[in-house]
């Protein structure tokens, strides 16, 4: 099974959020790629099993430029799409927490629920990651 990790990140909360996803998945028997979005050159993404993406939200509830830019990119809709992502609550409270990954899983239809950060998944967080993974790769698996 491969799994593509693409991710978004200027101060590093969704970058972390990515490793720790990319390493779970790599324990787990994946093989991963990661993914800078905006950076490295463009992926097929065709070529995986699973597709996660990771965003952090912006200006408003905004999804960054450079995740619409990369979602153009990829030009369809796999329905392998697994969201996350981090946001800070004090930015608009809960009605813009982490809206980019809301916005993400309903066009992508995902058939997971986006897995929402509090800024550095480090400490008890790092559980909330665990357990969504979990989801999506039972998930996966009831599919295959
Ligand atoms: C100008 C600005 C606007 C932001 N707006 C939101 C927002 O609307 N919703 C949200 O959940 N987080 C918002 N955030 C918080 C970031 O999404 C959060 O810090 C995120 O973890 C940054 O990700 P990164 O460290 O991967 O770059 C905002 C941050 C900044 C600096």
């Known amino acids: 099974m491969r ?3 693409a991710y978004l990140s200027y101060s590093g909360n969704t970058e972390e959020v ?16 990661m993914h800078r ?8 993404p065709s070529d995986y099993d699973f597709i996660f993406i990771g965003t952090f939200t912006w200006d408003q509830g905004s999804t960054p430029d450079e995740v619409k830019d990369f979602v153009a990119e990829i030009g369809y809709k ?14 608009g409270g809960d009605d813009l927490f982490c809206l980019a990954v809301d916005k993400l899983v ?14 550095s998944p480090r ?22």
């Open 3 to 5: 799994a593509l990790v």
């Open 18 to 33: 990515a490793d720790f996803i990319a390493n779970r998945l790599t324990m787990d028997g994946l093989a991963v790629s």
């Open 37 to 44: 979005i905006g950076i490295d050159p463009p992926v097929f």
């Open 78 to 91: 796999p329905e392998n799409v697994a969201v996350f992502g981090t946001g800070d609550t004090q930015f």
């Open 106 to 119: 309903r066009f992508y239809e995902s058939k997971w629920p986006g897995l929402k950060i509090e800024q």
């Open 123 to 144: 400490g008890n967080q790092e559980l909330k990651i665990v357990n969504w993974l979990e989801g999506v790769l039972e998930n996966a698996k009831a599919f295959a």
